[in-house]
């Protein structure tokens, strides 16, 4: 009779064995689905919050804030500095500005530098029409890197709208898209105007 106990107690072992397995499989499977549940929900609330964006107006290019990477500065490039002369019409004028672009990576400015005939082609455009007035003001220094900015990806097939070119009609926004621009900012090296 000894041997009846003997085989019960092994089977009442493997119960509670399964039992354990099945209520640890239970709770990692439920945290595993309450965590996938919350990641859903996350990456629906931010495709919600993109959405509104497109909605309104987008943000300027040069709005957008990015934080340096201390492991990644940014890269600039240089352009030889631009001599032309000025829009007056009263006298000849001059100016000679000296562009620097900064860039995302030192892969797309060496992808830059390929275009850089188109690119200073537009640059001398702009600064062609511009007068020594516009020129000397705060407002028209940034003026020109906007439109410095806008035309030295031009010829990558990126076009950057200038918000101030369109008046917006009342009471209907303007839809548009970001548009991505890998040339962040436009920095001026020396700016005479004579």
Do not use: C
Not at 144 to 157: A, D, F, M, N, T
Request: zero cysteines; aromatic letters at 6%.
């Amino acid at each position: 009779m000894s041997s009846a106990p003997a085989a019960d107690a092994p089977q009442k072992g493997n119960k509670k064995l399964i039992i354990i397995i099945a209520a640890v499989l239970l709770l990692v499977l439920g945290g595993g689905g309450a965590f996938a549940y919350i990641q859903k929900q996350k990456a629906a609330a931010a495709a919600a919050a993109g959405d509104d964006e497109e909605e309104g107006e987008a943000p300027a290019p040069h709005a957008e804030a990015k934080k340096h990477d201390s492991k990644h500065p940014p890269t600039f490039v240089p352009l030889e500095p631009f001599v032309v002369n000025l829009a007056d019409k009263e006298a000849d004028r001059f100016a000679q500005v000296g562009v620097t672009l900064e860039v995302e990576d030192a892969k797309f400015a060496e992808e830059l530098k390929a275009y850089m005939p188109a690119i200073r082609n537009g640059i001398l455009m702009v600064l062609a029409h511009k007068t020594s007035q516009e020129l000397l003001s705060q407002e028209g220094k940034i003026a020109l890197q906007k439109e410095i900015l806008r035309e030295s990806v031009l010829p990558l097939g990126i076009e950057i709208d200038d918000e101030d070119d369109a008046p917006a009609k009342k009471g209907k926004k303007k839809k548009r898209r970001a548009v991505y621009n890998p040339v962040s900012a436009v920095h001026f090296s020396n700016f005479i105007v004579q």
